[in-house]
């Protein structure tokens, strides 16, 4: 079983529409769990970091998390083509509290 | 004001090579990392550096050495280099657990 868990996609959604994009992970201690968006060509971007369980908003993007399904989402609310990127969900394990675990990302493409 | 900077954004070379790249963070930070993002965009971690001493060295190939000359420095050197090394590599450095990468050295081997 892998560390950290996404669906690849790619995922379709349209301009205006919600975007929700899942991520699972494995070690039940994780501690603190990142979302960063990665552009073609470009080096990751931290977009949200959530701790607590439950919802964290900040403008158009919504954080979840659910440490008892071990589980973490990503809501952008009101799509834009320029939201059109991969999703890189981000675990910080209880060993290793230095270090990131990343899934293999999800790709999200917004249709005009 | 570049936070995380590296060089050179572009590498190729043949096999059996020896190339390094080489990473400034300009942000105060205390820990650093090299990444490797194969292919399949998968981004995995291959060392870390607090302070200027080795805390993660995740089962890399002992031809890989990191070197950092002080904390706001870490080099990857590559030894002997296979086509499999061929991928990007990020640097990047944290503060309270929160990465801030780099624009990543594209190496490719032939």
């Known amino acids: 079983q892998k560390e950290v868990e996404q669906n690849s996609g790619p995922l379709s959604v349209p301009e205006g529409a919600i975007a929700s994009l899942n991520c699972t992970y494995s070690?039940?201690?994780?501690?603190?769990f990142f979302w960063y968006r990665q552009y073609s060509g470009k080096s990751p971007e931290l977009i949200m970091f959530?701790?607590?369980?439950g919802d964290k908003e900040d403008g158009r993007f919504t954080a979840q998390l659910n440490k008892a399904s071990q589980y973490v989402s990503l809501l952008i609310r009101d799509s834009q083509p320029s939201d059109s990127a991969t999703y890189l969900c981000?675990?910080?394990?209880?060993?290793?509290?230095?270090?990131?675990?990343f899934g293999q990302g999800t790709r999200l493409t917004i249709n005009p | 004001d570049t936070a995380v900077s590296q060089t050179p954004k572009y590498l190729v070379t043949q096999m059996g090579n020896d190339k390094s790249i080489k990473c400034e963070q300009n942000?105060?930070?205390?820990?650093m990392y090299w990444y490797k993002q194969d292919s399949k965009k998968f981004l995995k971690i291959m060392f870390s550096?607090?302070?200027?001493?080795?805390?993660i060295n995740e089962t890399v190939p002992n031809r890989f050495s990191p070197k950092s000359p002080d904390k706001a420095h870490l080099n990857l050197h590559i030894n002997s280099l296979e086509l499999g090394d061929s991928a990007v590599y990020f640097c990047?450095?944290?503060?309270?657990?929160?990465?801030?990468f780099g624009p990543g050295t594209r190496l490719l081997v032939l």
């Open positions: 942000l105060g930070h205390d820990t």
């Open positions: 981000a675990v910080t394990p209880i060993q290793g509290a230095q270090k990131l675990v």
């Open positions: 070690d039940r201690g994780s501690q603190s």
């Open positions: 990047a450095s944290s503060h309270m657990g929160t990465q801030y």
């Open positions: 550096y607090n302070n200027k001493e080795l805390i």
């Open positions: 959530i701790y607590s369980n």
